[in-house]
Every structure is written in structure tokens, then in C-alpha cells.
């Protein structure tokens, strides 16, 4: 499956820069449980990059993808890419999945809260897409079913390390958990409201260049990635 870019993905060039970083993990009023806009988190953006290099962001709506022509807007003003995953509900947790395809939403009702854990990746993987399970130790069996090498997570490589709604002690397991086995783990704020205690607080730092959602999914499964801490503070209180 091949993926065609949308112009609000290739505003930026990223073929100059040494690294992308790309906040893998936010949610927008479209999920229930959020009230941001999305022209709010780009906002943040731009305060932000006059401090510290910040190219984009990926809405994991919760159990759906609200695809907006006004996403596309706000990436030219702001100068930002703005990309769509979708954070499903499994049986062992949730799963970020970046690469959706329409091939892949018609084998999957991504709004079913019970979705089969092994199903979702493996479709997602042929369908040219990946799945990580966000927040492993928050909400989660994934953590304890890595650790336990069990079969229904045996196509899983990757999981969210970083996460800006856990605790300290709950990212530091899934560090300690990709330590022993190997993984590779991203960052992301799961940020719920735009401002400085929610957004802007973790991210994956690339070193490929990223124009699009196929190249971001290129490049976790080339394992051209790290989870970042980002330096906030410089939003003040907004």
C-alpha cells in the first residue's frame, strides 16, 4: 500500500535538517476526553521554535480519524506538519497506529473498544502501517505481556517510552523494559489540553528526513528514532 502525502505534509523540507522531531502522541476536541484545538497546539508551535527546533505533531484521536480540510490550512500559516494517526482501544490496552490506510479501516472498525490485538498489527503492518502499544504501564497489559514474552505481542518491536501523562515511574519501566528486551521506544505528550502542564513535553526525534506519514512509518521500522524530553519551560503559562 502506498501512501500519497497531503500538501500540508510536505510544507516543510525536511532534507536539510540533521533531525525531525515529531510529538508521535496528541489529542484534539475531537477526542471526547480533550477540549484543544487544533490551531491552539500550533500556536504553542510557534512560541516554542523560537527556542527549540519543533517540526510537528500526530493526532491519535481516540477511536476515530476525523480528517479536516482545515488541518491543511493550519499547517501553511503555521508552518507545521500535521499528521493523523488514530489510538485504538485493544484487549490488552491501547495501540497507536500510524500509517491508516482506507485498505486497513475496511478490515477494522477502529471505533470497537474490544479491537484483537494481534488482528490490529498484523493488518496495520500489511497494510503498509505500524502499531505501538502507548503507555504500557498506565492502563495497560502490554507492559506485563512483553515482559512475559507473550505470543500476541510477539510482532511488537516498538512501544511508547516516554509519555507526558505518565509518571516518572511508569516511563522509567518502559525504559527498563525496552533496556532487557531490546525494543526501541518513542515519545509523546498525549496531550489532552494546549498548554505547558499537557503539550510539548515529550517527542521522537527522527534522523531521516520526514515529508510524509510513509516516512515516518519508514523510519520507526528502520529504527532512525529516539524519544527527546522537551524543554517547555520556555511557554511560560500558556
Keep these: 500500500m502506498s501512501f500519497t502525502p497531503s500538501k500540508s505534509e510536505q510544507l516543510i523540507d525536511t532534507s536539510s535538517v540533521s533531525s525531525v522531531i515529531i510529538d ?102 500489511e497494510c503498509g502501517g505500524i502499531a505501538i502499544p502507548a503507555h504500557p504501564f498506565r492502563g495497560s497489559v502490554y507492559g506485563k505481556a512483553l515482559e512475559q514474552h507473550r505470543e500476541v505481542v510477539r510482532e511488537v518491536t516498538i512501544i511508547e517510552e516516554f509519555n507526558g501523562a505518565n509518571s516518572q515511574e511508569q516511563n522509567a519501566k518502559a525504559s527498563a523494559l525496552i533496556a532487557r528486551n531490546g525494543l526501541k521506544g518513542t515519545g509523546g505528550s498525549d496531550a489532552h489540553f494546549a498548554n505547558q502542564q499537557w503539550f510539548l513535553k515529550y517527542a521522537t526525534e527522527f534522523f531521516l528526513p520526514i515529508a510524509g506519514m510513509e516516512d ?23
Design 24 to 125: 508521535l502522541h496528541v489529542h484534539s476536541e475531537v477526542s471526547l476526553d480533550s477540549t484543544a484545538k487544533v490551531e491552539d497546539y500550533c500556536r504553542m508551535v510557534q512560541h516554542f521554535r523560537q527556542h527549540h527546533p519543533f517540526h510537528g505533531f500526530v493526532l491519535t484521536e481516540h477511536r476515530t480519524m476525523h480528517r479536516c480540510a482545515e488541518y491543511q490550512r493550519l499547517a501553511e500559516e503555521y508552518e507545521v506538519l500535521i499528521f493523523q494517526g488514530v489510538e485504538v482501544d485493544a484487549d490488552l490496552g491501547h495501540l497507536l497506529l500510524y500509517g491508516v490506510t482506507d485498505d486497513f479501516l475496511k478490515h477494522i472498525d477502529i471505533s470497537h473498544r474490544r479491537l484483537k490485538d494481534q488482528e490490529v498489527i498484523r493488518l496495520i503492518r
Design 216 to 238: 515516518l512509518v519508514n523510519a520507526l521500522y528502520a529504527g532512525a528514532f529516539r524519544p527527546i524530553s522537551l524543554d517547555n519551560s520556555v511557554l511560560g503559562e500558556c
